[in-house]
Nanobody, 124 residues
Framework: RVQLVESGGGSVQPGGSLRLSCVAS????????LAWFRQAPEKQREGVAA???????TYADSVKGRFRISSDNAKDTLYLEMNSLKPEDTGLYYCAAYPGPVVNGLEAYEYNYWGQGTQVTVSS
């Protein structure tokens, strides 16, 4: 049974930092495309960052230069380091996985395994 479990969310002030983690069971990260998505209230889920099995990364324009995605395949753990956080970064953050290459990386339909999400709130 595949399970993805996110952690690391919380409440921070604008300009602050958080690091999210996503631990997998039932799959091996090294052969998967992995990504982080977020969903704010009354908005569609949007792709934030993705990393392919070849290590290539893709970022949404809104987070480039502030967020960094990485994967520790030995621990089957995916990370998202978030710096210079803004109120518009607030949302429920999900990790996602797909057993193979993806074309875009930031489209939700490309992934078939999802975590339950961890809440990030950026507010003064």
């Amino acid at each position: 049974r595949v399970q993805l479990v996110e952690s690391g969310g919380g409440s921070v002030q604008p300009g602050g930092s958080l690091r999210l983690s996503c631990v997998a069971s039932g799959i091996t990260y090294s052969t998967y495309a992995l990504a982080w998505f977020r969903q704010a209230p009354e908005k569609q889920r949007e792709g934030v960052a993705a990393i392919g099995s070849d290590g290539r990364t893709t970022y949404a324009d809104s987070v480039k230069g502030r967020f960094r995605i990485s994967s520790d395949n030995a621990k089957d753990t995916l990370y998202l380091e978030m710096n210079s956080l803004k109120p518009e970064d607030t949302g429920l953050y999900y990790c996602a996985a797909y057993p193979g290459p993806v074309v875009n990386g930031l489209e939700a339909y490309e992934y078939n395994y999802w975590g339950q999400g961890t809440q990030v709130t950026v507010s003064s």
